[in-house]
């Protein structure tokens, strides 16, 4: 019964995982490929959780409790810098960011173009304080 039980755990753990990695490698968005690295270390979590649940040792538990620990740590600082990249480039495309690279590797190149950027329409502008707006005199129709 206990290895049943274990075996569902650890399923789900690499369901995560996997959902995880996936996600990682396939998304250009910084925001979805962080959410994904979480996923992955949830994933992890999960598996060691298990072990820990199935030895009757609480090393496992410790070890999940240090991931959960590092991994807040890590959002914080990656969604820190996530807000001064955008800040720099004004988008979350991975692509756009060949500048981070080591000075001697080259450019890597997406096989696909990225979106056109959409139109933003203009605000609409408000008559200055004070000044009373010039208004058409109405007509009747007698």
């Not at 039980?5 to 998304?27: D, K, P, Q, S």
């Not at 959410?35 to 009757?56: D, K, P, T």
């Not at 990656?78 to 001697?104: G, H, T």
């Amino acid at each position: 019964m206990k290895t049943l039980v274990l075996e569902n755990y650890l399923i789900v753990g690499a369901i995560l995982f996997v959902l995880g990695m996936v996600g990682f490698l396939t998304r250009r968005n910084l925001i979805i490929m962080f959410l994904s690295a979480e996923m992955m270390l949830q994933g992890v979590a999960v598996n060691l959780l298990a072990f820990a649940r199935f030895r009757g040792n609480m090393g496992g538990q410790v070890l999940a409790l240090f991931i959960i620990t590092v991994a807040a740590c890590e959002a914080a600082l990656a969604l820190a810098m996530i807000l001064m990249l955008y800040r720099r480039r004004k988008s979350l495309d991975v692509s756009l960011w060949q500048d981070l690279r080591e000075p001697n590797q080259e450019a890597t190149l997406d096989e696909e173009p990225l979106p056109p950027a959409p139109v933003e329409k203009p605000l609409p502008h408000l008559t200055i304080a004070g000044i009373e707006p010039v208004q058409e005199k109405e007509t009747s129709h007698v």
